[in-house]
T-cell receptor, first 113, second 118 residues
């Protein structure tokens, strides 16, 4: 079984400033890693994913994440945020054996002008 | 890209009635459908996993007789909340896993259903 820890429940940030959302996971097997964004009363939208290959993954809307196997981390970054980035962000891991997604508790990002 | 259409987006029902939520994959075959429940300000909790043509597998603590899941085709899965009570009020989200164009498997989420039981 795997678990996901998002270290920050809330991250306030000013517009055009950089942001980093931290995610650590634990698993006894290799996993797939994902970051999703959720706007109020909506489903989840995929930002990016790591399946294999390059550890630096680029996603939509200027987001990127780096997979660090030794530290079992998959932190999400954006160099310059916009007001529209205000949302809930979820890190998730998938077990390749049963493909179930396990989600972190989420990080609320609030971007202020 | 892959799209999952989830309906209804909002529903209010009386206590004791049943509500059906539908999820349709519009341009791909959903070999597996996952159903989640999300309480306010919380993460998604997996309720059950269903594969097309077979019975759903429920997570521990989820009542299979209360949350009926049907996955009769590769493009449609339904969740029926039977004899709903106020404590069933929540945000329900489906997620389909299937072969997208190019042969790569991915997950696509529906837009969610806000259920309020009064």
């Amino acid at each position: 079984a795997q678990s996901v820890t998002q270290l920050d429940s809330q991250v306030p940030v000013f517009e055009e400033a950089p942001v980093e959302l931290r995610c650590n996971y634990s698993s006894s097997v290799s996993v797939y890693l994902f970051w999703y964004v959720q706007y109020p009363n909506q489903g989840l939208q995929l930002l990016l994913k790591y399946l294999s290959g390059s550890t630096l993954v680029k996603g939509i809307n200027g987001f990127e994440a780096e997979f660090n196997k030794s530290q079992t981390s998959f932190h999400l970054r954006k160099p310059s945020v916009h007001i529209s980035d205000t949302a809930e962000y979820f890190c998730a891991v998938s077990d390749p054996n049963d493909y179930k997604l396990s989600f972190g508790a989420g990080t609320t990002v609030t971007v202020r002008a | 890209g892959a799209v999952v259409s989830q309906h209804p987006s909002r529903v209010i029902c009386k206590s004791g009635t049943s509500v059906k939520i539908e999820c349709r994959s519009l341009d791909f075959q959903a070999t597996t459908m996952f159903w989640y429940r999300q309480f306010p300000k919380q993460s998604l909790m997996l309720m059950a996993t269903s594969n097309e043509g077979s019975k759903a597998t429920y997570e521990q603590g989820v009542e299979k007789d209360k949350f009926l899941i049907n996955h009769a085709s590769l493009t449609l899965s339904t969740l029926t909340v039977t004899s709903a009570h106020p404590e069933d009020s929540s945000f329900y989200i489906c997620s389909a896993r299937g072969r997208a164009k190019g042969g790569h498997y991915g997950y696509t989420f529906g837009s969610g259903t806000r259920l309020t039981v009064v």
